[in-house]
């Protein structure tokens, strides 16, 4: 099994920046990858950033140019650096990891864009 625990979410104006971590303990040497997913009020769960264990990253088109993805391998930890902050960006941010056939995710962390 994996264990996933978020931080750093908080307010922040628009045009700000914060620095989401994610660190994973458990079964953590069989993960193939690590991400973030959002889903904002009334809206549906959407990817944000994703990372492989070869390194490969992925990103919404929406937060492309604005957000970048990175792991700390001694640290077991992946973080998420938010640049460029909108209203839009607002919602529970959660980190996932996932195994072969098996997905893992952390209990979420809120971060709110408003003047």
């Known amino acids: 099994q994996v264990q996933l625990v978020e931080s750093g979410g908080g307010l922040v104006q628009p045009g700000g920046s914060l620095r989401l971590s994610c660190a994973a303990s458990?079964?953590?040497?069989?993960?193939?990858?690590m991400g973030w997913y959002r889903q904002a009020p009334g809206k549906q769960r959407e990817l944000v950033a994703a990372?492989?264990?070869?390194?490969?990253?992925d990103y919404a088109d929406s937060v492309k140019g604005r957000f970048t993805i990175s792991s700390d391998n001694a640290k077991n930890t992946v973080h998420l650096q938010m640049n460029s902050l909108e209203p839009e960006d607002t919602a529970v941010y959660y980190c996932?990891?996932?195994?072969?056939?098996?997905?893992?995710w952390g209990q979420g962390t809120q971060v709110t864009v408003s003047s």
């Open positions: 990372i492989s264990s070869a390194g490969s990253t």
């Open positions: 458990g079964s953590i040497s069989s993960i193939l990858a």
């Open positions: 996932n990891a996932d195994r072969w056939l098996h997905r893992y």
